[in-house]
């Protein structure tokens, strides 16, 4: 019904760059919020970046001006654009949209499958 598929991960070095993309399809009519989330090693899944589809941005403390996140003409497709990537970075990425409104009338929230990014020191 729904599906996101996500791109771009990969083995970086320290302070190398990384851009991911994610791209919902399928009965969609509306997406509110897209974002980004991680799970590193034995940890939570957090999130790091958050965009609405009027523009309005959030981010984790931790990559506050490291990443961008963008959402062109606040459609169906997020990037996360991350420079000065750090070993701490590490994880599997997953892409979120939230409150889909669908042709059927539904709502609801969506998760990719994950991407993998890896720093290496």
């Known amino acids: 019904q729904v599906q996101l598929v996500e791109s771009g991960g990969g083995l970086v070095q320290a302070g190398g760059s990384l851009r991911l993309s994610c791209a919902a399809s399928?009965?969609?009519?509306?997406?509110?919020?897209m974002g980004w989330y991680r799970q590193g090693p034995g940890n939570q899944r957090e999130l790091v970046a958050a965009?609405?589809?009027?523009?309005?941005?959030i981010y984790a403390d931790s990559v506050q001006g490291r990443f961008t996140i963008s959402r062109p003409n606040g459609k169906n497709t997020v990037y996360l654009q991350m420079n000065s990537l750090k070993p701490e970075d590490t994880g599997v990425y997953y892409c979120?949209?939230?409150?889909?409104?669908?042709?059927?009338?539904?709502?609801?929230?969506?998760w990719g499958q994950g991407t993998q990014v890896t720093v290496s020191s």
């Open positions: 965009i609405t589809d009027g523009g309005s941005t």
């Open positions: 399928g009965s969609i009519v509306s997406i509110d919020d």
């Open positions: 979120k949209a939230e409150s889909v409104k669908t042709v059927w009338g539904t709502r609801g929230d969506y």
